[in-house]
T-cell receptor
Framework: GQNIDQPTEMTATEGAIVQINCTYQ??????LFWYQQHAGEAPTFLSY????GLEEKGRFSSFLSRSKGYSYLLLKELQMKDSASYLC????????????FGSGTKLNVKP | GAVVSQHPSRVICKSGTSVKIECRSL??????MFWYRQFPKQSLMLMAT?????????EQGVEKDKFLINHASLTLSTLTVTSAHPEDSSFYIC???????????FGPGTRLLVL
């Protein structure tokens, strides 16, 4: 089975840095993905990790430790438009394209 | 990136009726599409994997006779909610991935309200 945990909600200040954690326990692992989802909209792809380490894409970075079953998404220079839910998803090993999602972390960015 | 569309974006229906939702990959061929359901303040729950030319694979607990999936072409998958009830009211999202792609691309979602 799949068990993916994220904090429910976080608050941060505009211009700051925030780290959103995700822990997972899965029967098979083939990559960890982060998506952003604004209220009432579909998720949009942010970043993914297959190997351990840090992947950087502009203001967003994602880190993975497979041995610890742990990932985080780092958002720098926060903007008001970053207020959204951030979903952690694990891709199944035995079905290359099947994704399992965490419950999502709602990020509130304050002025 | 790849574009996936869904239609309709919003539908209201009476209890007992059936509703069809279409998912199209606009600029690529998708041999596999996925259907998710999302209740308010909850995450996406995978309902089924839709394979072109074959039967869909349903996740545990999802009734295949209630949620009919048809993937008749490489660019179109449909989800039909049969005999809809108020508890079926939810946000339904489809996704597709490129044949050699790493991620999934999501449609804009369909909000279903059953009265």
């Amino acid at each position: 089975g799949q068990n993916i945990d994220q904090p429910t909600e976080m608050t941060a200040t505009e211009g700051a840095i925030v780290q959103i954690n995700c822990t997972y326990q899965t029967s098979g692992f083939n990559g960890l993905f982060w998506y952003q989802q604004h209220a009432g909209e579909a998720p949009t792809f942010l970043s993914y990790n297959v190997l351990d380490g840090l992947e950087e894409k502009g203001r967003f970075s994602s880190f993975l430790s497979r041995s610890k079953g742990y990932s985080y998404l780092l958002l720098k220079e926060l903007q008001m438009k970053d207020s959204a839910s951030y979903l952690c998803a694990v891709r199944a090993l035995y079905n290359f394209n099947k994704f399992y999602f965490g419950s999502g972390t709602k990020l509130n960015v304050k002025p | 990136g790849a574009v996936v569309s869904q239609h309709p974006s919003r539908v209201i229906c009476k209890s007992g009726t059936s509703v069809k939702i279409e998912c199209r990959s606009l600029d690529f061929q998708a041999t596999t599409m996925f259907w998710y359901r999302q209740f308010p303040k909850q995450s996406l729950m995978l309902m089924a994997t839709s394979n072109e030319g074959s039967k869909a694979t349903y996740e545990q607990g999802v009734e295949k006779d209630k949620f009919l999936i048809n993937h008749a072409s490489l660019t179109l998958s449909t989800l039909t909610v049969t005999s809809a009830h108020p508890e079926d009211s939810s946000f339904y999202i489809c996704s597709a991935s490129l044949p050699a792609g790493e991620t999934q691309y999501f449609g804009p979602g369909t909000r279903l309200l059953v009265l």
